[in-house]
């Protein structure tokens, strides 16, 4: 055992020995590879570096080759490009010489490229500022209708008077009215001129006053409405809105025509503490009864008031004259195509013949102007009137009246609560506003007005806005009024409450 042990101890030690030089010479090879390898891996990397060198030395030179190619080639277009360019704006401004003395730069004196009459297509803001005055835009709310009032404050020259008068217009009309016939004439120019600061309101729906704070326009909740919304409403909000603007106290006279006044008897029942609020008013051809009306559109009334439920049923709300029956009489007194003979013919067959007082150079403004939007509800509520008997009365709803009145009739107005100072204008020629309805009216009132009778016995409806000779008739007149309520006290709310003067 103890041989085998030493025989096998002696094999370990001479293969250990040989084993140690074996990975001596092992390690000596690898050593020698690896350094091999690394000076093989140098050397490649030095021909890599040095051939990269070369290409990126001949890349360089081929893009600096390039380069000066490409801006020469630039540098060429950009020559040729500005050339060009020049060459066409050269041959554009020889061409355009040719060109502006004909039309463009120069300055010449076209009458073909001015209008005829500029009145036509311009808003009221736009023609009393044309001619010369100061013009402002007051916007109202009254039940959600946003109303416009045109406001000429003071004269050309002066300064804001505390003299105050409010012009209301009538049925499809507007504040142009009181403009279309022209300073010197009409009577909003005649008024500023005398010193007074002058209100032109615009009932609701019309071309001024045609938005609404949250209704559609060709809705029937928004076409709901006659005069006696106006009259409730509107006008009340109007007068509050100029005593904000002008301070508590300020004496206002009211001036209306037609619809005007109608708006401004009933105001004054429904609301009759504005009777001491407004200084005056002047009634210009006054429309509340119809017991002698001698105009044609009597025949018309009961007609028109079944046609005007039909369409508040079942089609539109808005009255458009050029779409009713009498906007299919006057399709001949288009502005753009005007037959002047059709057209004051038509006029004087409603409003009253007066061939001598007509400008015929108005015809197209005051078309222009016509049917700037009002309501079926407003034409029936006056038909209503044309055959109730000689009443002056609230709008009828038939069946309904139970339930908005509490009575199978509609409320009369009570003028008996009228205490404002009035004048009333009236004229033997107008076929809406007869003698006889006017003294009805003057009856009706507990404190007598003023009645004046135009002096021309050929003076009609419409005579009162364009009138050749109206300050003669009219304006000289209502200057003369005016300047009474402006120079004596007046009695403010209730008694030993005075303001003197102006």
């Known amino acids: 055992?103890?041989?085998?042990?030493?025989?096998?101890?002696?094999?370990?030690?001479?293969?250990?020995?040989?084993?140690?030089?074996?990975?001596?010479?092992?390690?000596?090879?690898?050593?020698?590879?690896?350094?091999?390898?690394?000076?093989?891996?140098?050397?490649?990397?030095?021909?890599q570096k040095s051939r990269m060198e070369k290409a990126i030395n001949n890349g360089y030179e081929e893009a600096v080759k390039m380069k000066d190619s490409v801006n020469t080639y630039f540098d060429t277009q950009q020559k040729k490009?500005?050339?060009?360019?020049?060459?066409?704006?050269?041959?554009?401004k020889e061409s355009g010489r040719k060109v502006a003395d004909t039309w463009s730069f120069v300055p010449s004196d076209d009458l073909a490229s001015r209008m005829e009459n500029p009145d036509v297509v311009l808003s009221v803001p736009g023609i009393?500022?044309?001619?010369?005055?100061?013009?402002?835009?007051?916007?109202?709310?009254?039940?959600?209708?946003?109303?416009?009032?045109?406001?000429?404050?003071?004269?050309?020259?002066?300064?804001?008077?505390?003299?105050?008068?409010?012009?209301?217009?009538?049925?499809?009309?507007?504040s142009a009215d009181w403009i279309l016939n022209g300073p010197g004439k009409g009577l909003a120019y005649v008024l500023s001129d005398a010193g007074y600061d002058v209100w032109m309101s615009n009932m609701r729906g019309?071309?001024?006053?045609?938005?609404?704070?949250?209704?559609?326009?060709?809705?029937k909740a928004y076409w709901?409405?006659?005069?006696?919304?106006?009259?409730?409403?509107?006008?009340?909000?109007?007068?509050?809105?100029?005593?904000?603007?002008?301070?508590e106290g300020t004496k206002i006279t009211y001036i209306g025509h037609s619809m005007g006044t109608t708006i401004l008897f009933a105001m004054l029942t429904l609301r009759p503490e504005y009777n001491n609020i407004l200084a005056a008013g002047f009634a210009l051809a006054p429309v509340v009864f119809f017991t002698?009306?001698?105009?044609?559109?009597?025949?018309?009334?009961?007609?028109?008031?079944?046609?005007?439920?039909?369409?508040?049923?079942?089609?539109?709300?808005?009255?458009?004259?050029?779409?009713?029956?009498?906007?299919?009489?006057?399709?001949?007194?288009?502005?753009?195509?005007?037959?002047?003979?059709?057209?004051?013919?038509i006029v004087f067959y409603i409003c009253g013949y007066n061939e001598k007082q007509l400008n015929e150079k108005l015809l197209p403004v005051f078309l222009?102007?016509?049917?700037?939007?009002?309501?079926?509800?407003?034409?029936?509520?006056?038909?209503?009137?044309?055959?109730?008997?000689?009443?002056?009365q609230q709008f009828d709803y038939g069946s309904h009246n139970q339930k908005m009145y509490g009575s199978d009739s509609p409320p009369e107005y009570d003028l008996s609560k009228v205490t404002l100072p009035l004048t009333l204008f009236w004229a033997n020629n107008d076929l809406l506003s007869s003698e006889t309805d006017v003294k009805l009216l003057s009856e009706k009132l507990p404190t007598k007005p003023e009645i004046y009778l135009v002096p021309d016995p050929e003076f009609n409806h419409l005579d009162y806005l364009w009138a050749v000779d109206v300050?003669?008739?009219?304006?000289?007149?209502?200057?003369?009024?005016?300047?009474?309520?402006?120079?004596?006290?007046?009695?403010?709310g209730f008694p030993f409450k005075f303001s003197f003067g102006v």
């Open 292 to 345: 002698d009306l001698k105009s044609p559109i009597k025949s018309l009334a009961p007609l028109a008031s079944n046609v005007a439920y039909m369409e508040m049923l079942y089609g539109s709300h808005e009255f458009i004259p050029k779409k009713s029956a009498l906007g299919k009489i006057s399709n001949g007194c288009d502005v753009e195509n005007i037959d002047a003979f059709v057209c004051k013919n």
């Open 81 to 92: 490009i500005a050339s060009d360019v020049n060459n066409y704006v050269e041959r554009v």
């Open 206 to 219: 019309n071309q001024f006053s045609r938005e609404h704070a949250w209704l559609k326009s060709n809705s």
């Open 224 to 247: 709901n409405f006659s005069w006696h919304d106006a009259a409730l409403y509107d006008l009340p909000a109007v007068i509050d809105h100029i005593m904000k603007v002008k301070g």
């Open 471 to 492: 300050n003669t008739y009219l304006n000289d007149k209502i200057l003369d009024s005016l300047n009474k309520v402006y120079t004596k006290p007046t009695v403010i």
């Open 1 to 47: 055992m103890n041989v085998l042990f030493v025989i096998l101890a002696a094999c370990v030690v001479a293969h250990s020995y040989e084993t140690k030089w074996f990975f001596m010479d092992e390690a000596n090879n690898i050593q020698n590879f690896f350094k091999n390898q690394s000076d093989n891996m140098k050397t490649f990397f030095e021909e």
């Open 368 to 392: 222009s102007n016509l049917g700037t939007g009002t309501s079926w509800k407003t034409v029936v509520h006056f038909a209503q009137e044309v055959v109730s008997g000689g009443k002056f």
């Open 128 to 174: 009393i500022t044309r001619n010369g005055y100061t013009c402002e835009t007051h916007m109202v709310m009254s039940e959600g209708y946003l109303l416009n009032i045109h406001r000429i404050p003071h004269s050309k020259d002066g300064v804001v008077s505390p003299k105050t008068v409010l012009l209301q217009h009538g049925i499809f009309a507007s």
